[in-house]
């Protein structure tokens, strides 16, 4: 089955600095890799997903890079807030299989 | 409330006892997950339905036993746990079987004594 290696799995970074989290997946047949925020004592919510046929992605401060090749993907997070303090999750699926393996996940602190 | 709501939040229950998890969702949503949440280890997958049929049991003990009455109530039915399984509990669902954007609820804290 599908192995989601995630790195680092604490980060610390100044207000306003970018954060960079990265993972690697074993299976090329993943087509589908979605990050999630789980903010404490709260539900994991979905963030920001890229599919196999686009290299990058970007959402206002979030964006995530795929090397299809290299079988990794980064979310990376610029002008970091408070408020982004999580932790975040990386997971890949083969969505014809439906299942969605996640890595171990980074607990990010953003220091006012 | 996102759509998924998980009950109890928290649970604390001893080896030799019987309880129960639930999951509803209102979503349409026709796909539903448990999975398992420890420290410092992913997101567990445990089962999966698809039209209230089990199509993934990952090897998990049978001392976990799921239900599916319908698309949108999931049970995961507990009995004679080790302290191991303490953990949270989150289920999750999405429109349908390999579809993408899964959809948590808040999880159940379990304590196993």
């Known amino acids: 089955g599908e192995n989601v290696e995630q790195h680092p799995s604490t980060l610390s970074v100044q207000e306003g600095d970018s954060a960079v989290i990265k993972c690697t997946y074993s299976?090329?047949?993943?087509?589908?890799f979605p990050w999630y925020k789980q903010e404490l004592g709260k539900r994991p919510q979905l963030i920001i997903d890229?599919?196999?046929?686009?290299g990058e992605k970007k959402d206002q401060r979030i964006a995530v890079t795929l090397n299809k090749t290299a079988k990794h993907f980064s979310l990376h997070i610029t002008e970091t807030q408070p408020e982004d303090s999580a932790v975040y999750f990386c997971?890949?699926?083969?969505?014809?299989?439906?299942?969605?393996?996640f890595g171990t996940g980074t607990r990010l602190t953003v220091i006012p | 409330e996102t759509g998924v709501t998980q009950t109890p939040r928290h649970l604390v229950m001893g080896m030799t006892n019987k309880k129960s998890l639930k999951c509803e969702q209102h979503?349409?949503?026709?796909?539903m997950y448990w999975y398992k949440q420890s420290a410092k280890k992913p997101l567990e997958l445990m089962f999966v339905?698809?039209?209230?049929?089990?199509?993934e049991n990952n090897s998990v003990p049978s001392r976990f036993s799921p239900e599916c009455p319908n698309s949108s109530h999931l049970f995961l039915h507990l009995h004679t746990l080790q302290p191991e399984d303490s953990a949270l509990y989150l289920c999750?669902?999405?429109?349908?079987?390999?579809?993408?954007?899964?959809?948590f609820g808040s999880g159940t804290r379990l304590t196993v004594v």
């Open positions: 999750a669902s999405s429109l349908a079987q390999g579809a993408t954007g899964y959809t």
């Open positions: 299976d090329s047949a993943s087509n589908y």
């Open positions: 890229i599919r196999s046929n686009v």
């Open positions: 997971a890949a699926s083969d969505t014809g299989a439906n299942n969605l393996f």
């Open positions: 979503l349409g949503h026709n796909a």
């Open positions: 339905y698809s039209l209230e049929e089990r199509v």
